[in-house]
């Protein structure tokens, strides 16, 4: 009997980038990986040999992927969820389950489950008219129920006009809009934690991310100068949310840290993750564990590894595509950036160069913030071209 046969394998939905970054834990733990790629030499697809070419909203390439593998995981929250039910009627196990996944696929879902847990949140409402929206107050931020991600399908809106063009959208789109309180934060925290479908629970360090147009651009672990009550609060809240929901996987509680009304510090839910999440790309290199190696454990229900960190400080900052047309490929960018930095570690997508596009991220962790932040930054400024730093 091969090897391989002697493991379970997982079947992953989805062929970005989280994808890719499970391969090399499942390596380590001698675990094969089977793919439903959305297209050939997709960005997972160039790592994981065992693939399939296929729509994940098409049931019948599902049970086709599936077939033979002991659990299936995701890449993305976007594979429907009676296709789910279905996989699970075949007897196909999915981490995280259809009934958790929808609290990350739909918004108003997360909001109305979060209001029965009792969760720290903005306020918020259902609304279908730009009178509903005015009574709830301008300005807000609106946003799509599902699909919508980094800043897609959100709109801060000040004017009438704004709610228009986003209640045009939703009907079109064939889904509910959202409407949030303008939260006035500090800055955008995240707890992530996994959890296995045995109950154990791990919990990593709350980190600060700092997002621009909706798109992260870099995070620091642990959130510098963050009150060790708020962070404790923090992670029991995101292992709280897991455990009511039901979670196995990573879940990623993207937070805001405010004031609430009597000046007293506090977090706020924002949004929900169930899978890697691009806030904990940082415990590839700054943890004992990784968020990738954690969330396969989770799905084959092993004892989950720990989440502590190896360094003070980890800084991870993402590669963009950049609209400078002298860089070529992302690998001339190594000379510079591997000798100026030794300590660098970088992780590139396989992802086509487009301007604002998630095409890698670097890390790099020590005892010093600002020098890891600045190491970060420069690298990730120099493989964008920020730097004019090469051409083809």
Known sequence: MPATERSPRIAVIGGGQLARMMAQPAIALGVPLRLLAEAEGVSAAQVIPDQQVGDYRDLATLQAVTEGCSVVTFDHEHVPTEHLRALADDGVVAHPGPEALVHAQDKIVMREAMTRLGAPQPRWAVVTSVAEVETFGLPCVLKTSRGGYDGKGVWFARTTADAADALATAEEAGVRLLAEELVDFRRELSALVARAPSGQAAAYPVVASLQVDGICREVVAPAP???????????ELALRIAGELGVTGILAVELFEAVDADGNP????NELAMRPHNTGHWTQDGAVTSQ???????????PLGSPEPRARWTVMVNILGGDNPDVGRLYDGYPHALARDPRLRVHLYGKDLRPGRKVGHVNTFGDDL???????????????GDLGNHSE
């Not at 506090?266 to 839910?269: A, D, E, I, N, T």
């Open 225 to 235: 100068d963050l009150d060790p009550a708020l962070a404790t609060a923090a992670q």
């Open 266 to 269: 506090q977090v706020l839910v």
């Open 292 to 302: 990738f190696e954690n969330h396969l454990r989770a799905a084959l229900d092993l």
């Open 370 to 384: 600002e020098d890891c932040l600045e190491r970060a930054r420069h690298a990730a400024a120099w493989f964008r």
